[in-house]
C-alpha cells in the first residue's frame, strides 16, 4: 500500500510526463522493491523522486511538491 504523499506525487509526475514525451518515469515500490530502493538510499522522508540522464542523478527532491515546482526543477535540467 502506498502512501498518500507517494500517491499524490504518482498523480503530479504523471501528468508531467504524460504532457513531455522526453521524460520517462520508473517507480519502485519501497516494500516490494528493495534492491533498487537501496541504490537511491533514499532516507526517511517519501517520496523520493530522482532525476536522472544517462545514468547519472542530476538532482533528487523528497517530499510533496507541487507541480508547478517540480516542473521548475525539472527545467533546470533540460
Do not use: H
Not at 518515469?25 to 516494500?31: A, I, N, R, T, W
Not at 522493491?33 to 523522486?49: A, F, Q, R, T, W
Amino acid at each position: 500500500m502506498w502512501c498518500p504523499s507517494c500517491i499524490i506525487m504518482t498523480n503530479r509526475l504523471q501528468k508531467i510526463v504524460s504532457a513531455d514525451p522526453s521524460l520517462d518515469l520508473v517507480q519502485y515500490d519501497f516494500d516490494l522493491d528493495i534492491k533498487m530502493v537501496e541504490k537511491y538510499v533514499p532516507g526517511k522522508i517519501l517520496p523520493l523522486v530522482v532525476l536522472e540522464k544517462g545514468g547519472k542523478e542530476l538532482i533528487r527532491f523528497s517530499g510533496e511538491l507541487s507541480q508547478k515546482d517540480i516542473m521548475k526543477k525539472i527545467g533546470e535540467y533540460k
